[in-house]
């Protein structure tokens, strides 16, 4: 009994403590910061959740309740965790007490997290499961950190692989060489194997194991080393110059070198190229031509004028010069009405900004005149150090030359837009590429016509091989130019005559352009030239003397008939005064007649004595007329002379026997009269 009643008086006082343990446990799980929660095995369904799953997952405690694993998981994790639990179900009882797992999970909102599942199988009384007691924390933060880790492991790890620098790790404490690059492998020439497990000092390339052990107690005691220039010996005997860092640094507990080798034989090449290229500018920047000057911020003035800047300017020294700006040597506005120390100043902003610029720029000389120049601005930078070199031509001459191109182009224009004669640009292969209104007008196209058209298509069939071969001739330098009388057709089918005078343009190294045609209509000159040809075969044939003369009494032509008469040939007349068929006594007689010819009189039949080279005498009949120019102009005198030597010694004859019949007549009259008187006498 009295056991009995003890017993029942400890059964509160062990179920109040059994309370008390539960309620501390409650408050123990509910205050976790990670998610507990109890699982039904049969039903899938969460028997118990901690309130920690509204800081995870979002969900308040009932709202969780209702769910399943498969609504908080990643397709992918839930299917990864159903596999693990049927693997372990299957293999029950001889499983893990614990299984952790990493999953992907998904909050109420959507997002995704990951978290780390610890789980448990709970039993029941039989030793079989029931349920799943687990235990989720977020671990994204961890994950995130891990995958940082990861990448820049990763990163370290790349970049050591390929790094265009030697690398390799030696223990801190023994200098025994843990890992090498494959950029030192190549550099030198050993193998990994040659390197790993070794001390420094027994690698081949640091032969010098005195200098390799005291420099590694140097590193040991300052944690770092440089070496600028090291000799470094390769495998097969080569020297290189290289750059030696070596860094200190600890992982985790131990302490790694790090040891950067960078070879530096081709950088000493290259400073030895720039000392040269260094020297071979100030040759330059002192001989050059061109001004050259250093301007400098943050004021931008000159520091520096080369010599040829000095005579530029027409500054006595270089301390004078830098003593300037750029708009001290400008005028006070440029052509654009842009003020010199304004637009200056943007020039100078724009070359820092896009690095170089070239313009043309109105500058002064010191106390002098304007002058056109070129300027090239160029930025140049020195490690930290920007600076602008500015390069100055001046292009007087140039302005010049252009000037007169200028002005010979417009004057080409004005002669090729206002040339009666026909100018054309032909290509080399014959087509038209520029035509004046003197052409257009003479074959009756428009420009727009010709120019679709090319020489041949216009030539009269029977001229054009001759043309195309001169044309070929001249392409290849046989002939320099071509001239020629041919015959075009023109729009409406007509023939026409040009006097056709073609030359070929080259350019600077005498590669043809094109042809230069000029073309003058000549069918009016070639018609009366066709006349003349008659009147000269009529004239030549004429038994008269016909010659001509200018206005001074010069003999310019001189007929056959004239030659038979005077008795003088034409190289011997021609060019001569036609007083030299005068007799003394007539000399006065060609000034007569050639003031009445300037009157524009015509003198017929004018009976005269001449004289020929024989020195005698003939009497000649003259008509002499007016010759004229196109402009209707008086320019000289024709002369047709008519031998009447014989006509008048016949009228003498005549008048002679005429006297004797008179006198015969006179002397029967008197005759008569006497006997008539004798007979009145009688």
């Given at each position: 009994m009295k056991a009995a009643q003890t017993s029942t008086q400890k059964a509160p006082e062990e179920l109040e403590k059994l309370r008390v343990n539960e309620e501390r446990f409650k408050v123990l799980v509910e205050n976790l910061t990670d998610l507990i929660y109890i699982l039904d095995f049969k039903t899938g369904h969460y028997l118990y959740i901690s309130p920690y799953v509204k800081q995870i997952f979002g969900y308040t405690v009932e709202e969780a309740l209702k769910l399943s694993p498969q609504d908080v998981m990643t397709s992918e994790s839930y299917k990864r965790q159903f596999d693990k639990l049927k693997l372990d179900l299957q293999k029950f009882p001889n499983v893990e007490k614990e299984a952790t797992m990493e999953l992907e999970l998904i909050r109420k909102d959507g997002s995704n997290f990951w978290g780390e599942i610890n789980a448990r199988f709970l039993t029941s009384n039989k030793g079989q499961p029931t349920s799943i007691l687990g235990v989720i924390r977020d671990i994204t933060e961890h994950k995130i950190i891990e995958a940082k880790m990861e990448a820049s492991e990763e990163r370290y790890r790349r970049l050591f692989e390929t790094a265009q620098d030697?690398?390799?790790?030696?223990?801190?404490?023994?200098?025994?060489?843990l890992d090498v690059n494959p950029f030192l492998i190549k550099m030198l020439g050993y193998s990994k194997k040659d390197f790993l497990k070794k001390y420094l000092w027994q690698v081949g390339v640091f032969k010098d194991i005195a200098a390799s052990k005291e420099n590694f107690r140097t590193l040991q005691t300052k944690r770092y080393v440089r070496f600028e220039d090291l000799p470094l010996q390769t495998k097969d005997g080569k020297r290189k110059n290289v750059e030696f860092v070596a860094n200190a640094y600890s992982v985790g507990d131990s302490t790694i070198i790090q040891c950067n080798v960078r070879d530096i034989t081709d950088r000493r090449i290259i400073e030895n190229k720039i000392k040269e290229s260094e020297e071979k500018f100030w040759i330059l920047y002192k001989a050059s031509a061109d001004a050259i000057m250093i301007l400098e911020p943050p004021n931008w003035g000159f520091t520096a004028g080369n010599p040829a800047t000095l005579k530029m300017f027409g500054v006595k020294s270089e301390k004078e010069f830098i003593s300037l700006g750029p708009w001290d040597i400008s005028p006070e506005k440029q052509p654009d009405g842009q003020l010199s120390a304004e637009k200056s100043k943007q020039m100078i902003m724009k070359a820092v900004r896009e690095g170089s610029i070239f313009f043309e720029w109105t500058h002064r000389r010191y106390k002098g005149e304007?002058?056109?120049?070129?300027?090239?601005?160029?930025?140049?930078?020195?490690?930290?150090?920007?600076?602008?070199?500015?390069?100055?031509?001046?292009?007087?001459?140039?302005?010049?030359?252009?000037?007169?191109?200028?002005?010979?182009?417009?004057?080409?224009?004005?002669?090729?837009?206002?040339?009666?004669?026909?100018?054309?640009?032909?290509?080399?292969?014959?087509?038209?590429?520029?035509?004046?209104?003197?052409?257009?007008?003479?074959?009756?196209?428009?420009?727009?016509?010709?120019?679709?058209?090319?020489?041949?298509?216009?030539?009269?069939?029977?001229?054009v091989a001759r043309d195309v071969g001169a044309m070929k001739k001249m392409l290849i330098g046989e002939m320099k130019n071509y001239q020629v009388e041919k015959r075009y057709i023109n729009k409406k089918g007509e023939v026409l005559w040009v006097s056709l005078h073609v030359n070929l343009a080259r350019d600077e190294r005498n590669q043809p352009l094109y042809f230069v045609s000029e073309i003058e209509d000549i069918s009016e000159r070639k018609k009366i030239d066709s006349r003349n040809q008659i009147l000269t075969a009529i004239v030549e044939s004429s038994q008269d003397a016909i010659f001509s003369k200018d206005l001074t009494g010069i003999i310019l032509f001189w007929n056959k008939g004239a030659e038979n008469l005077y008795q003088y040939n034409q190289k011997e007349i021609v060019g001569k005064k036609v007083d030299i068929l005068l007799p003394e006594d007539r000399k006065d007689e060609v000034a007569k007649i050639l003031d009445k010819i300037k009157k524009g009189e015509r003198i017929e039949h004018f009976d005269t004595v001449r004289i020929k080279k024989d020195g005698n005498k003939l009497s000649v009949s003259l008509t002499v007329s007016p010759i004229l120019n196109k402009q209707g102009e008086i320019i000289g005198a024709s002369s047709i002379a008519r031998d009447i030597t014989n006509q008048i010694e016949r009228t003498k004859e005549l008048e002679k026997m005429n006297r004797l019949m008179v006198g015969r007549e006179l002397k029967m009259i008197e005759l008569k009269n006497k006997i008539v008187e004798l007979e009145k006498n009688k």
């Open positions: 030697g690398v390799f790790l030696i223990d801190f404490k023994t200098g025994m060489i304007n002058f056109p120049a070129t300027v090239l601005l160029s930025r140049i930078e020195e490690g930290t150090k920007r600076y602008l070199q500015a390069t100055v031509r001046d292009i007087t001459k140039e302005k010049q030359a252009v000037e007169k191109l200028t002005e010979s182009e417009r004057k080409f224009k004005i002669i090729f837009d206002n040339s009666s004669l026909g100018i054309a640009l032909v290509s080399t292969q014959g087509r038209w590429v520029k035509v004046n209104t003197a052409i257009c007008e003479m074959l009756g196209y428009s420009e727009k016509e010709l120019l679709v058209k090319d020489f041949q298509d216009i030539t009269y069939p029977d001229e």
